[in-house]
């Protein structure tokens, strides 16, 4: 079984920067397609970021691209989300999930497909 545990959040002004993190327990990380997804209050659970296994296979959301950075390390089976230019929309939980059936190690889009999730970490971004 994995488990998830993301940390980092907080509360920031617009415009400042902010650095996720999310430990994976277990062996195979390096197998796993790995996403950011956030969630704010009386919204759906929308796709930010994903990386695949495969080197250089990273997908973001339009409205991250440019100022949000995913990558990881798998020696310490850590995936990070590196947040620039905040902003208030951006406030919300942030969560970390595993995809550990994915076997063309491409990024994965849909958040049915994945298969473990952390518990979240709160972002407030303020005006």
């Known amino acids: 079984q994995v488990q998830l545990v993301e940390s980092g959040g907080g509360l920031v002004q617009a415009g400042g920067s902010l650095r996720l993190s999310c430990a994976a327990s277990?062996?195979?990380?390096?197998?796993?397609?790995m996403g950011w997804f956030r969630q704010a209050p009386g919204k759906e659970r929308e796709f930010v970021v994903g990386?695949?296994?495969?080197?250089?296979?990273?997908g973001y959301a339009d409205s991250v691209k440019g100022r949000f950075t995913m990558f990881r390390d798998n020696a310490k089976n850590t995936v990070y989300l590196q947040m620039n230019s905040l902003k208030p929309e951006d406030t919300a939980v942030y969560y970390c999930?595993?995809?550990?059936?994915?076997?063309?190690?491409?990024?994965?889009?849909?958040?049915?497909?994945?298969?473990?999730w952390g518990q979240g970490t709160q972002v407030t971004v303020s005006s």
């Open positions: 999930a595993a995809d550990v059936n994915n076997g063309l190690g491409v990024v994965v889009w849909n958040k049915y497909e994945y298969d473990y």
């Open positions: 277990g062996r195979g990380f390096s197998n796993y397609a």
């Open positions: 990386i695949g296994w495969r080197g250089g296979s990273t």
